[in-house]
């Protein structure tokens, strides 16, 4: 099992990764958390961001793809939204140590 303070380096790393990445991009979305459900025999990180600007989607989602890959075997998926008038792309995000 991992260690509360093993957790805490994670959640820290992917959320400045995955910022870094959409400020680098020049995007707006900043991801502020990444959620953590303890399981018996794994711990799941889950988290999600947005990217406005789709002409970036595939620079941003490839950076943090592999990012995240680094972490085992991850479920990504994105989806195209119209929220309001509002053009983006939420893409969200799992894995199990």
């Known amino acids: 099992m991992i260690t509360d303070e093993e957790k805490a380096k994670i959640k820290k790393d992917i959320v400045e990764k995955v910022n870094s990445v959409l400020e680098k991009n020049n995007e707006s979305f900043r ?22 600007d789709r002409k970036n989607y595939n ?13 085992g075997n991850v479920d990504i998926k994105s989806k195209k ?8 792309t939420a893409v969200s995000f799992n894995f199990e140590l």
Do not use: P, Q
Request: proline share 0%.
């Open 31 to 52: 991801m502020d958390n990444v959620n953590v459900l303890n399981k018996s025999e794994t711990v799941k990180f889950m988290g999600n961001y947005r990217v406005y």
């Open 59 to 71: 620079a941003v989602s490839r950076e943090i793809n592999a990012f995240l890959k680094g972490y």
């Open 81 to 88: 939204i119209r929220d309001s008038g509002m053009k983006f």
